[in-house]
């Protein structure tokens, strides 16, 4: 991963109060930088259990795109990283994609109960056609990485991790990189008995047994939710398809229709030369009204449609950290379902031995086990006893497991249910921001437009029409 030659560097402005940056209990820091809960009508005494404690979010940025190693196949693009504030004064750092790559992948390790953002796609056309370096493509990036960065930022949880700050401030972030794959924070994953079970019993299709009703709530919100945000932005790329699909040429939508239509006037202008001048008016007026069209495109539009795959993304993460929550469950339940059945057969062989009964009414496995090791010779009390004692030590690991796994689905449980909070917070956030954009350029768009046209009533006006 650290040798990988992805190409573009990005970079953050962190903007924290002067006060610093800590993690104890200090009374509600206030300042530049610094964001109260999203919900302003929130108060502490209002929480419930498994709400999360918003103590402020930091707000960053990223910004100075700077093409390095021109002319040569090693090309790459860097954003500037400026900390205003941190453990050091003003430090500032470049960051190249593939680093963005890194601490989310080991975001998602680190804290697998949170909703970590996603990041842009790395495999897109301009990979291919060459555009990679292009202003436009420069430009999405940016936005989409400043997004990735606001949402950990905005994360009450992520924005504390060791490595997040490392990101921010560190002169050597590879140094760090290198040093957090060697030395992971929290327990080594040591090989236990879940790892030694058949694969038969844990698998990505079995079903949970007892679903939570809360989490089948959760899961049916999400499904929802994502089928409304895909419903608008199917919309909205036939709205931008019929008023400006980018293309001049086409000639299929409504920017092209007005600019044809401009032309139209002005050629008729030639040939009405008592309101010649009128005319060109009328049409240059045309010609700014299919600007402030396209314009509208790129300005609102696209942002806007831009937004929402982003935020379907971030759904399809939260979905995630759902479906791992389930196979917490699936764990525990699968373990004790192991567990009966070996506890089972520890009954069996005890019954067998004690002479109170053999494997009549414990079913046809168990008599062909029976018959099994007689044709081997293996059922005498002897092997029975030994087997038995192999079957004691398993159950005892296997009680140890079943705990830890109840223990790890039921903590599993409650941070999804405090992440759920966080996560409709952050997104009832950015809904507010990305709907309020539209409508902003929507008004600026149409204000605009009025501007236009009523500069050329006047001119209309003045036309002599004898009756």
């Known amino acids: 991963m650290l040798g990988d030659d992805e190409d573009v560097f990005e970079s953050v402005a962190w903007e924290t109060p002067s ?44 910004q100075d795109p700077l093409k390095e190693l021109a002319e040569t196949k090693d090309a790459f693009v860097s ?14 750092s470049r960051r190249r994609f593939q680093d963005f790559v890194f601490l989310r992948e080991h975001l998602v390790k680190d804290f697998p109960a949170c909703v970590v953002p996603p990041l842009p796609e790395k495999h897109r056309l301009e990979y291919v056609t060459g555009d990679r370096f292009s202003p436009e493509f420069l430009e999405r990036r940016r936005q989409d990485l400043e997004l990735f960065l ?11 991790s060791t ?40 698998n990505a299709f079995a079903k949970l047994r007892k679903p939570d009703e809360r989490f089948l709530a959760m899961r049916d919100g999400v499904d929802k939710s994502e089928e409304g945000l895909q419903n608008s932005e199917r919309i909205w790329n036939r709205v931008r398809s019929r008023s400006s699909d ?80 389930d196979q917490k469950q699936l764990d525990f339940e699968e373990l004790s379902n192991y567990l009966s059945g070996v506890t089972l057969e520890r009954d069996r062989l005890s019954a067998v031995i004690a002479g109170r009964a053999g494997s009549t009414g414990l079913g046809l496995g168990a008599y062909l086990r029976d018959r099994v090791d007689s044709l081997r010779g293996a059922d005498d009390d002897r092997s029975r006893v030994e087997r038995m ?79």
């Open 19 to 62: 006060a610093g940056y800590t993690t104890a209990e200090v009374p509600t820091p206030t300042g530049p930088g610094f964001k109260q809960s999203t919900d302003p009508e929130d108060t502490s005494d209002e929480r419930g259990p498994h709400d999360p404690k918003w103590e402020g979010y930091l707000i960053t940025s990223v």
């Open 150 to 160: 606001k949402r950990l930022s905005r994360h009450p949880t992520l924005q504390r």
């Open 246 to 325: 980018g293309n001049p040429e086409s000639g299929e939508d409504l920017t092209s229709d007005y600019h044809d239509l401009a032309v139209a006037v002005q050629g008729l202008g030639f040939l009405e030369s008592g309101i010649t001048d009128p005319l060109n008016h009328f049409s240059n007026t045309l010609l700014e009204f299919s600007a402030l069209l396209r314009h509208q495109t790129t300005s609102t539009t696209d942002p806007f449609l831009m937004q929402l795959r982003s935020l379907i993304a971030y759904s399809h993460a939260h979905r995630a950290v759902l479906r791992l929550r």
């Open 389 to 467: 004692k192999k079957l004691e030590t398993k159950i005892k690991e296997l009680q140890d497991a079943v705990t830890t796994a109840h223990e790890t689905s039921d903590a599993f449980s409650d941070e999804t249910l405090k992440e759920q909070a966080i996560f409709q917070r952050a997104k009832e956030a950015e809904m507010k921001e990305m709907l309020g954009s539209l409508a902003d350029g929507q008004i600026d768009m149409y204000k605009s437009s009025i501007e236009e046209w009523e500069r050329i009533i006047p001119i209309l006006q003045r036309i002599r029409v004898d009756i």
């Open 163 to 202: 490595l997040v700050r490392a990101f921010f401030e560190s002169t050597e972030w590879h140094v760090t990189m290198h040093q957090h794959v060697a030395h992971p924070p929290g327990p080594d994953s040591s090989p236990g008995v879940l790892d030694n079970i058949s694969d038969t019993l844990l």
């Open 79 to 92: 954003y500037l990283t400026n900390l205003p504030i941190f453990s050091t004064q003003n430090p500032s």
